[in-house]
C-alpha cells in the first residue's frame, strides 16, 4: 500500500464526524432549551445489530435519539424528507428512505442487512407521529425486520418533545425533554403472525416505560 493509500485509511470518516458534530449541536441546544435527561443508555450493547424502536410525537424525535444514543445510528426515515434541498442531502448519508404507505421489500432487505453488519437501525413502528401523545398501533415491519435480523430491539420513550416542538409548530419552545432506553428484547423468529406479535410486544415495552416514568414523575 501506497503511503497516500495508508494516510487515507488513517484519516477519519467525514459521514461519521459530520454526525458526532450533528449530535453534539443538538444536545446543546435541547439541553439550553429546557433540558436533555436520557436514561438507560447502559441497556444498549456496545456492538452488534440493534434496533431501537421508539414511540413518536414531533419531528425532533429522530435527532434526539441520535443525540442521546452511544453509537451511531442509521434511521429509517419518510422517502419525502430525501427530497427537501440541504436535509435532503444530508440524511441520505445517515437515513433508508420509507414509503409510508407501503414498506417496499428493498427498504426491509436494507435494514436487515446493517443490522445483520452490527449496526444499529433506528425506527418508529407508529409510522408517524402521534397527535395526542398516545401511543398507536405499531405497524408489521419492525416485526419483520426483527424476525429476519434477529437483532436485538430497545424499546425507546421519548417525553416532552411534542412540546418543544408541537404540530404545526415553526420555533421551538421551551421544554425538558427525556429519552428512556429499556431493557433489550429478542423475540422467536417462528409461531402464528410473528411479525404482529412482535410489534404488538414492542408497542407494549413502550407503553410500560411510559407507566414507569408517570410513576416516578408523580
Known amino acids: 500500500m501506497t503511503s497516500a493509500g495508508k494516510l487515507k485509511d488513517n484519516l477519519p470518516d467525514v459521514t461519521d464526524l459530520a454526525y458526532r458534530f450533528s449530535t453534539l449541536i443538538i444536545r446543546i441546544i435541547v439541553r439550553i432549551n429546557g433540558g436533555f435527561h436520557v436514561e438507560g443508555k447502559g441497556n444498549i450493547p456496545f456492538k452488534g445489530g440493534v434496533i431501537i424502536a421508539s414511540n413518536h410525537v414531533s419531528y425532533l424525535d429522530p435527532p434526539l435519539i441520535g443525540a442521546a444514543l452511544p453509537r451511531r445510528a442509521t434511521f429509517m426515515a419518510r422517502r419525502g424528507l430525501f427530497n427537501i434541498p440541504l436535509l435532503g442531502w444530508y440524511i441520505k448519508h445517515f437515513a433508508i428512505p420509507v ?12 435494514a436487515v442487512r446493517k443490522l445483520k453488519n452490527g449496526e444499529v ?16 398501533k405499531g405497524g408489521r415491519g419492525v416485526g419483520m425486520i426483527a424476525a429476519l435480523s434477529r437483532a436485538v430491539i ?6 416532552g418533545s411534542n412540546k418543544a416542538l408541537p404540530f404545526n409548530a415553526r420555533w421551538l419552545r421551551r421544554a425538558k425533554v427525556s429519552v428512556m432506553f429499556g431493557k ?3 423475540f422467536p423468529a417462528e ?28
Not at 121 to 136: A, K
Not at 154 to 159: A, D, E, G, M, V
Open 121 to 136: 437501525i433506528v425506527l418508529f413502528p407508529e409510522g408517524r407521529r402521534s397527535e395526542t401523545g398516545e401511543l398507536l
Open 99 to 110: 414509503d409510508r404507505e407501503k414498506t417496499l421489500p428493498s427498504t426491509i432487505k436494507e
Open 184 to 186: 433489550p428484547m429478542v
Open 191 to 218: 409461531g402464528d403472525d410473528i411479525y404482529g406479535n412482535i410489534s404488538r410486544g414492542i408497542m407494549y415495552a413502550i407503553g410500560e416505560l411510559k407507566k414507569q416514568y408517570a410513576d416516578n414523575s408523580g
Open 154 to 159: 430497545i424499546p425507546t420513550l421519548i417525553i
